[in-house]
């Protein structure tokens, strides 16, 4: 199984980015698939999840109502949607899957399986 993160770059506060994160191989038995992100000296926190059923999506706090996260099954690919950027939302996105189909997990980084390579996004003020 791999992983792609894509669409990371520098924008101004107040603007938007779309990230993509393409899967490859065996994916079709992943449950959760999630955005996670670290900003420089800090631990990783999560960021926006969406379980295969679609069922709901799952924000942080801190980027509900300016963040979307949405999947293409014919694309093998997910996306993180970032609007009304913030100076505080720098730091490197990783795109995540995992096995569990326990929704009470989805938020967890310690859930996930496989990783992506990480995006820089960096948003100035």
């Known amino acids: 199984v791999q992983l792609q993160a894509s669409g990371g770059g520098l924008v101004q506060a107040g603007g938007s980015l779309r990230l993509s994160c393409a899967t490859s191989?065996?994916?079709?038995?992943?449950?959760?698939m999630g955005w996670f992100r670290q900003a420089p000296g800090k631990e990783r926190e999560f960021v926006a999840a969406?379980?295969?059923?679609?069922?709901?999506?799952y924000y942080a706090d801190s980027v509900k109502g300016r963040f979307t996260i949405s999947m293409d099954n014919a694309k093998n690919s997910f996306y993180l949607q970032m609007n009304s950027l913030k100076p505080e939302d720098t730091a490197v996105y990783y795109c995540?899957?995992?096995?569990?189909?326990?929704?009470?997990?989805?938020?967890?980084?310690?859930?996930?399986?496989?990783w992506g390579q990480g995006t820089l996004v960096t948003v100035s003020s």
């Open positions: 191989g065996r994916t079709f038995s992943f449950r959760h």
């Open positions: 969406i379980p295969w059923t679609r069922s709901a999506t």
């Open positions: 995540a899957l995992a096995t569990s189909s326990i929704l009470s997990t989805i938020r967890g980084s310690s859930a996930y399986n496989y």
